[in-house]
């Protein structure tokens, strides 16, 4: 019974993450004065990408790339609280046990991209993993004080520690929650932060040997990351929610990034990398004084 | 007796092994023999609280040896991977001498765990230093002679620095039995303290200390550094044990600075190694500084010093034993077959050597930290046992170490395995058994310890407990701290079930087809087959502009930089004695000119 | 299947591989003015991941090596669509020594567009008569390709170095 309601759960996220995604290219269509797809696009891409009767792959770890990528984003959603719904795993997610989880999905692409032999995709994952460096350890000081300042490292607690609106971590610790804003940026790849992706420069990098199920997996796997990602960020800092307010703050989050997304160019890495050692880095700082100077 | 027994037998094998030195065969099973019969030994006779004690009385000196349940813990892990280094070796090329070398540099690291004094103690970390050291230069490398060099002035220095604290120890307590001195007043036991850190600090090749680290384990022959980095480095971590638990019982109330510093230059070694790491073009120097990245993280749960935090880092002390020996036991069977180390030069090996990229595989995973091996525990016990320290910075730095641990990594795995296959590499076999063995071998604790880690957590908070208040509650499967709780199998279940769903969904949809190596976008031009088009040379690369000029700093420019000071003044000095008899002329009417000007009144 | 062919129709991701001079009309319908996307038609990096191949005028024999290499490479099922005269006759380089006449002789075609060049209108008009070929089921160009491969070759070999340019593992 358990188990069909774990399927069941992950298929809805995926299928929301998907609209997601439609919503995506219908806002960055409208910013560019078109009409765009309809929302339900992606749905019908992955449907489609499965369909695909010849697919090629480089060997074992090539085709096991995209598997290992979404096993890792769909264990690290079963370990994130999604508002106040428990995480059905009953653990109570632990902040660095999700942090950790997170870091599958890209290893696994990394290693069945890194197969094909194909340059582009390598250096696409030199980039995306340089990358890390500088968006993960921003996202990391950003949560930092909340979890500091709530004395847990449980996901869980720290959402019911804040109780409703002005208690909220967001506005508790503002200038953690702008420094947590630049990394999400750069966390889900999008623009001026899209350097692992870069289609017209690096033929969309780790994507490059993958077709038909394979992309489709990879689709599937970026869906699921942003309603984790998003979520993360809800959970942390816009207090206890319940699910459908849960899914409208990740929406809010995500529009900003897409908003973001659709007017920005693109860095180059190390100007990327160098980005987030300057402004977020601070800010990530400031955000922890504060809380040392409260406490 | 048993310890010595056990001593006597470690010792007899090497001397064997010399004397059968030519004598292949016989050589081998002999020290198979000996490694075996040692650890069952050791698993079987050896119980905490034997003690002996040696009553030389020379001025009053006594001589003792003791086990303790630490001594236990990490007497364990250095026969299990000295087996797994010796069966790997037979596939090498060497001679008796290499043999008994290793063999000594076992008992001289046992030594240390039995000693009970200052001065034996002294004495087996001495051996463990030379013998490592003429191992080192028996080594492979153009430059083994350089690096040994290197190896045995450092040790030396270490060591002087520890036999100085002993004998300071020795002049203020009259005793050389490692016993607490929080007691004496002044200084004076700051220094001894500082003093008799050093050798370890040494040894696990923390950051001032590390110069000889890249050197010793890029040189010394392959599966030798396994015992090297993976076993001979844990002595460092019981020595931090002795000395801040041992010898100085009360650190966190007297000098709670000096704990801090400790942390922070850990910290700064796992980061700045970590970076260091990921711009190697040398597997074997990539690995030597990711083990000393490794080694930060448990000099950092020392200086953080509350009961979980000590036990993660000995946690992770075994965790690197188990995962950073595996990593240089893959790269040395790599290195059996292709005999390079050079990360430009492979490459697509995956599918010549599907062991031992497994091995590398989980290898780099558990290094990563990520669930469910050996690498998380430790972590994980470490970031939270920070936080709890109110110590924000010092978890955002061990966190940013932990990241660069994700690049290396894929550096190390893409330029060996993954990527386009070298020309002549095409008829490469998978690496001999004795590799294959070691990697089997170590892939067992990796899961079992890492989703079971209470197996090792209870031996090591029943150490840790009569030293700190104990704050941490688990189980076989499970660990509660102050901040949060984990339950380990869950994780691993979980990845399992999860990744069976992706595999089933994988496997229902469309049939693929292999591709041949060429068969890539190449924006659809043809490419020949011994086209270069492996990315391996400046991986990373990009990183270089990231950092700018800091980059290129290093201690051992500073260094340098005092070589050349000290050579200048050398130069003058050496003037004053060997100059010709103009020179010393000069001295002698300066010195009388001199005479006259100070007494130039009374004159 | 039936829903396989649905979404297909659907969703076309067409290889951003532009030959001729007819490429010249693809960026106004691309964006702001017709908006392809609509019909869920975008541009991909890669042959591997894309559904359908434009052969965007005439094709130089040059070109042909790389296109037919970029066709073998692409999942099927995949369609391609002959885009101005010159694909279908020459056009205005009937009589040239280095352009191909007829692509039909190298790659299978689901469907041309005639004009030199056609207009973005044109271009949609053959997007939309393509969609409701494959949700019919009856684009099915693709599998002449894998049926007569060695008549295609035949023809290829005539042009080009056969050996050297296709991709030897094709199933
Ligand atoms: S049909 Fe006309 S527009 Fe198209 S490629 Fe030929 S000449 Fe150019």
Same mark, same amino acid.
């Given at each position: 019974?358990?188990?069909?309601?774990?399927?069941?759960?992950?298929?809805?996220?995926?299928?929301?993450?998907?609209?997601?995604?439609?919503?995506?290219?219908?806002?960055?269509?409208?910013?560019?004065?078109?009409?765009?797809?309809?929302?339900?696009?992606?749905?019908?891409?992955?449907?489609?990408?499965?369909?695909?009767?010849?697919?090629?792959?480089?060997?074992?770890?090539?085709?096991?790339?995209?598997?290992?990528?979404?096993?890792?984003?769909?264990?690290?959603?079963?370990?994130?609280?999604?508002?106040?719904?428990?995480?059905?795993?009953?653990?109570?997610?632990?902040?660095?046990?999700?942090?950790?989880?997170?870091?599958?999905?890209?290893?696994?692409?990394?290693?069945?991209?890194?197969?094909?032999?194909?340059?582009?995709?390598?250096?696409?994952?030199?980039?995306?993993?340089?990358?890390?460096?500088?968006?993960?350890?921003?996202?990391?000081?950003?949560?930092?004080?909340?979890?500091?300042?709530?004395?847990?490292?449980?996901?869980?607690?720290?959402?019911?520690?804040?109780?409703?609106?002005?208690?909220?971590?967001?506005?508790?610790?503002?200038?953690?929650?702008?420094?947590?804003?630049?990394?999400?940026?750069?966390?889900?790849?999008?623009?001026?932060?899209?350097?692992?992706?870069?289609?017209?420069?690096?033929?969309?990098?780790?994507?490059?040997?993958?077709?038909?199920?394979?992309?489709?997996?990879?689709?599937?796997?970026?869906?699921?990351?942003?309603?984790?990602?998003?979520?993360?960020?809800?959970?942390?800092?816009?207090?206890?929610?319940?699910?459908?307010?849960?899914?409208?703050?990740?929406?809010?989050?995500?529009?900003?990034?897409?908003?973001?997304?659709?007017?920005?160019?693109?860095?180059?890495?190390?100007?990327?990398?160098?980005?987030?050692?300057?402004?977020?880095?601070?800010?990530?700082?400031?955000?922890?004084?504060?809380?040392?100077?409260?406490? | 007796?048993?310890?010595?027994?056990?001593?006597?037998?470690?010792?007899?094998?090497?001397?064997?092994?010399?004397?059968?030195?030519?004598?292949?065969?016989?050589?081998?099973?002999?020290?198979?023999?000996?490694?075996?019969?040692?650890?069952?030994?050791?698993?079987?006779?050896?119980?905490?609280?034997? $003690?002996?004690?040696?009553?030389?009385?020379?001025?009053?000196?006594?001589?003792?040896?003791?086990?303790?349940?630490?001594?236990?813990?990490?007497?364990?892990?250095?026969?299990?991977?000295?087996?797994?280094?010796?069966?790997?070796?037979?596939?090498?090329?060497?001679?008796?001498?290499?043999?008994?070398?290793?063999?000594?540099?076992?008992?001289?690291?046992?030594?240390?765990?039995?000693?009970?004094?200052?001065?034996?103690?002294?004495?087996?970390?001495?051996?463990?230093?030379?013998?490592?050291?003429?191992?080192?230069?028996?080594?492979?490398?153009?430059?083994?002679?350089?690096?040994?060099?290197?190896?045995?002035?450092?040790?030396?220095?270490?060591?002087?620095?520890?036999?100085?604290?002993?004998?300071?120890?020795?002049?203020?307590?009259?005793?050389?039995?490692?016993?607490?001195?929080?007691?004496?007043?002044?200084?004076?036991?700051?220094?001894?303290?500082?003093?008799?850190?050093?050798?370890?600090?040494?040894?696990?090749?923390?950051?001032?200390?590390?110069?000889?680290?890249?050197?010793?384990?890029?040189?010394?022959?392959?599966?030798?550094?396994?015992?090297?980095?993976?076993?001979?480095?844990?002595?460092?971590?019981?020595?931090? *044990?002795? $000395?801040?638990?041992?010898?100085?019982?009360?650190? $966190?109330?007297?000098?709670?600075?000096?704990?801090?510093?400790?942390?922070?230059?850990?910290?700064?070694?796992?980061?700045?190694?970590?970076?260091?790491?990921?711009?190697?073009?040398?597997?074997?120097?990539?690995?030597?500084?990711?083990?000393?990245?490794?080694?930060?993280?448990?000099?950092?749960?020392?200086?953080?010093?509350?009961?979980?935090?000590?036990?993660?880092?000995?946690?992770?002390?075994?965790?690197?034993?188990?995962?950073?020996?595996?990593?240089?036991?893959?790269?040395?069977?790599?290195?059996?077959?292709?005999?390079?180390?050079?990360?430009?030069?492979?490459?697509?090996?995956?599918?010549?050597?599907?062991?031992?990229?497994?091995?590398?595989?989980?290898?780099?995973?558990?290094?990563?930290?990520?669930?469910?091996?050996?690498?998380?525990?430790?972590?994980?016990?470490?970031?939270?046992?920070?936080?709890?320290?109110?110590?924000?910075?010092?978890?955002?730095?061990?966190?940013?170490?932990?990241?660069?641990?994700?690049?290396?990594?894929?550096?190390?795995?893409?330029?060996?395995?993954?990527?386009?296959?070298?020309?002549?590499?095409?008829?490469?076999?998978?690496?001999?058994?004795?590799?294959?063995?070691?990697?089997?071998?170590?892939?067992?604790?990796?899961?079992?310890?890492?989703?079971?880690?209470?197996?090792?957590?209870?031996?090591?908070?029943?150490?840790?407990?009569?030293?700190?208040?104990?704050?941490?509650?688990?189980?076989?499967?499970?660990?509660?701290?102050?901040?949060?709780?984990?339950?380990?199998?869950?994780?691993?279940?979980?990845?399992?079930?999860?990744?069976?769903?992706? *595999?089933?969904?994988?496997?229902?949809?469309?049939?693929?087809?292999?591709?041949?190596?060429?068969?890539?976008?190449?924006?659809?031009?043809?490419?020949?087959?011994?086209?270069?088009?492996?990315?391996?040379?400046?991986?990373?690369?990009?990183?270089?502009?990231?950092?700018?000029?800091?980059?290129?700093?290093?201690?051992?420019?500073?260094?340098?930089?005092?070589?050349?000071?000290?050579?200048?003044?050398?130069?003058?000095?050496?003037?004053?004695?060997?100059?010709?008899?103009?020179?010393?002329?000069?001295?002698?009417?300066?010195?009388?000119?001199?005479?006259?000007?100070?007494?130039?009144?009374?004159? | 299947?039936?829903?396989?062919?649905?979404?297909?129709?659907?969703?076309? #991701?067409?290889?951003?591989?532009?030959?001729?001079?007819?490429?010249?009309?693809?960026?106004?319908?691309?964006?702001?003015?017709?908006?392809?996307?609509?019909?869920?038609?975008?541009?991909?990096?890669?042959?591997?991941?894309?559904?359908?191949?434009?052969?965007?005028?005439?094709?130089?024999?040059?070109?042909?090596?790389?296109?037919?290499?970029?066709?073998?490479?692409?999942?099927?099922?995949?369609?391609?669509?002959?885009?101005?005269?010159?694909?279908?006759?020459?056009?205005?380089? #009937?009589?040239?020594?280095?352009?191909?006449?007829?692509?039909?002789?190298?790659?299978?075609?689901?469907?041309?567009?005639?004009?030199?060049?056609?207009?973005?209108?044109?271009?949609?008009?053959?997007?939309?008569?393509?969609?409701?070929?494959?949700?019919?089921?009856?684009?099915?160009? #693709?599998?002449?390709?894998?049926?007569?491969?060695? #008549?295609?070759?035949?023809?290829?070999?005539?042009?080009?170095?056969?050996?050297?340019?296709?991709?030897?593992?094709?199933?």
């Amino acid at each position: 019974m358990s188990i069909l309601y774990f399927f069941l759960y992950l298929l809805l996220v995926t299928v929301i993450g998907l609209l997601y995604m439609g919503v995506a290219r219908k806002v960055t269509a409208h910013i560019q004065n078109r009409y765009g797809p309809p929302i339900y696009q992606p749905i019908l891409d992955v449907l489609k990408l499965f369909g695909k009767r010849h697919t090629v792959t480089h060997g074992v770890m090539h085709s096991l790339g995209p598997v290992i990528a979404y096993t890792g984003i769909a264990s690290t959603l079963l370990f994130l609280p999604l508002g106040n719904h428990t995480p059905l795993l009953h653990f109570k997610g632990d902040l660095f046990v999700v942090l950790y989880l997170l870091v599958v999905g890209p290893l696994g692409m990394a290693l069945g991209a890194g197969e094909s032999s194909n340059p582009n995709a390598t250096i696409a994952m030199a980039r995306a993993l340089s990358l890390m460096l500088g968006y993960e350890i921003i996202f990391f000081m950003a949560t930092l004080p909340v979890f500091y300042h709530y004395h847990t490292a449980s996901i869980y607690k720290v959402i019911q520690a804040q109780g409703v609106f002005p208690h909220w971590g967001a506005i508790i610790f503002p200038i953690s929650f702008l420094a947590a804003l630049f990394a999400l940026q750069g966390m889900m790849g999008e623009k001026p932060f899209e350097i692992a992706i870069a289609p017209h420069e690096i033929a969309s990098g780790p994507m490059v040997e993958y077709g038909g199920k394979y992309l489709g997996l990879l689709q599937l796997w970026h869906a699921v990351g942003i309603i984790v990602e998003t979520g993360l960020l809800v959970d942390i800092f816009f207090g206890p929610q319940n699910i459908i307010w849960f899914f409208i703050g990740t929406f809010i989050v995500f529009y900003v990034v897409i908003l973001v997304n659709a007017v920005m160019p693109r860095f180059r890495i190390e100007q990327a990398v160098r980005f987030y050692w300057g402004i977020p880095l601070l800010l990530a700082i400031l955000g922890i004084l504060q809380v040392y100077i409260w406490r | 007796m048993a310890m010595f027994l056990l001593l006597l037998i470690i010792g007899l094998t090497g001397l064997l092994a010399f004397i059968l030195g030519p004598i292949k065969v016989l050589r081998n099973i002999i020290s198979l023999i000996g490694a075996i019969g040692g650890l069952l030994y050791f698993v079987f006779k050896i119980r905490p609280g034997q $003690a002996y004690a040696l009553n030389i009385k020379i001025y009053n000196v006594h001589f003792g040896t003791g086990m303790s349940a630490l001594s236990i813990f990490f007497g364990i892990i250095l026969l299990g991977l000295f087996l797994i280094f010796l069966i790997a070796s037979f596939h090498e090329d060497n001679d008796g001498a290499y043999y008994m070398f290793s063999f000594f540099s076992l008992l001289g690291a046992l030594g240390v765990l039995f000693a009970k004094d200052l001065i034996s103690f002294f004495f087996f970390f001495e051996t463990m230093s030379l013998f490592s050291f003429l191992i080192v230069l028996k080594g492979n490398g153009e430059t083994s002679h350089r690096s040994a060099f290197k190896y045995v002035m450092w040790s030396a220095f270490g060591a002087y620095a520890f036999l100085l604290g002993t004998f300071l120890k020795v002049n203020y307590t009259h005793s050389v039995m490692i016993t607490d001195i929080s007691y004496l007043g002044g200084n004076i036991k700051l220094w001894i303290l500082i003093l008799l850190l050093t050798p370890f600090m040494v040894k696990t090749a923390l950051m001032p200390f590390h110069l000889w680290a890249p050197g010793a384990y890029t040189d010394s022959k392959d599966t030798y550094t396994v015992f090297l980095s993976g076993g001979l480095s844990k002595i460092g971590v019981f020595g931090y *044990f002795i $000395a801040l638990f041992n010898v100085f019982s009360q650190i $966190a109330v007297l000098y709670p600075w000096l704990l801090k510093v400790f942390a922070y230059i850990g910290a700064i070694t796992a980061s700045l190694a970590g970076i260091y790491a990921f711009m190697q073009d040398d597997a074997k120097k990539l690995l030597a500084y990711s083990s000393i990245s490794q080694l930060g993280y448990v000099a950092v749960g020392f200086g953080v010093y509350s009961h979980f935090s000590v036990v993660a880092a000995l946690f992770h002390a075994l965790g690197h034993a188990v995962f950073e020996s595996l990593l240089f036991l893959v790269v040395a069977g790599v290195y059996y077959r292709t005999k390079t180390h050079d990360l430009r030069k492979m490459g697509g090996l995956i599918k010549k050597m599907p062991l031992s990229f497994i091995g590398l595989l989980f290898g780099i995973i558990a290094t990563s930290g990520i669930p469910p091996t050996i690498g998380f525990p430790s972590k994980w016990l470490l970031y939270e046992a920070i936080i709890l320290k109110n110590d924000l910075f010092l978890v955002s730095l061990v966190f940013f170490a932990s990241i660069t641990a994700f690049l290396y990594s894929y550096k190390l795995i893409h330029s060996i395995f993954l990527g386009k296959l070298h020309k002549e590499h095409e008829h490469i076999k998978e690496a001999p058994f004795g590799y294959g063995f070691g990697i089997v071998v170590l892939l067992i604790p990796l899961f079992v310890l890492g989703t079971n880690p209470g197996i090792v957590v209870k031996p090591i908070d029943y150490i840790v407990r009569f030293y700190l208040k104990p704050d941490l509650a688990y189980n076989l499967t499970n660990m509660t701290t102050p901040l949060g709780h984990v339950n380990f199998p869950a994780i691993g279940i979980t990845m399992t079930l999860l990744f069976t769903l992706s *595999f089933i969904i994988y496997l229902i949809f469309g049939k693929s087809y292999r591709a041949a190596q060429e068969d890539n976008y190449t924006a659809t031009e043809w490419i020949d087959k011994d086209f270069g088009l492996h990315y391996g040379g400046e991986f990373y690369g990009f990183m270089r502009k990231a950092f700018g000029k800091p980059l290129t700093w290093s201690f051992e420019k500073i260094l340098n930089a005092c070589l050349k000071v000290v050579s200048f003044l050398g130069e003058i000095a050496r003037g004053f004695y060997m100059g010709d008899a103009r020179v010393y002329l000069f001295y002698i009417i300066l010195f009388f000119a001199i005479i006259v000007y100070i007494m130039g009144g009374k004159l | 299947m039936k829903l396989f062919n649905f979404s297909q129709s659907r969703s076309l #991701w067409m290889m951003h591989f532009c030959t001729g001079c007819g490429a010249m009309e693809m960026p106004p319908t691309m964006t702001s003015r017709f908006d392809m996307e609509r019909f869920g038609i975008i541009p991909m990096a890669t042959p591997r991941q894309s559904d359908l191949l434009l052969i965007t005028g005439y094709l130089t024999i040059k070109t042909l090596k790389r296109v037919v290499r970029a066709y073998e490479q692409m999942p099927t099922p995949r369609y391609v669509l002959g885009f101005g005269s010159c694909t279908i006759n020459g056009g205005m380089y #009937w009589d040239s020594y280095n352009v191909i006449k007829k692509l039909e002789l190298y790659i299978p075609v689901d469907i041309y567009i005639n004009g030199c060049m056609p207009r973005p209108e044109a271009i949609i008009d053959a997007f939309l008569k393509l969609r409701e070929m494959i949700a019919k089921g009856e684009a099915n160009a #693709w599998k002449k390709y894998i049926e007569n491969y060695e #008549w295609y070759k035949k023809n290829q070999s005539e042009v080009f170095d056969v050996e050297k340019w296709s991709i030897k593992n094709e199933k």
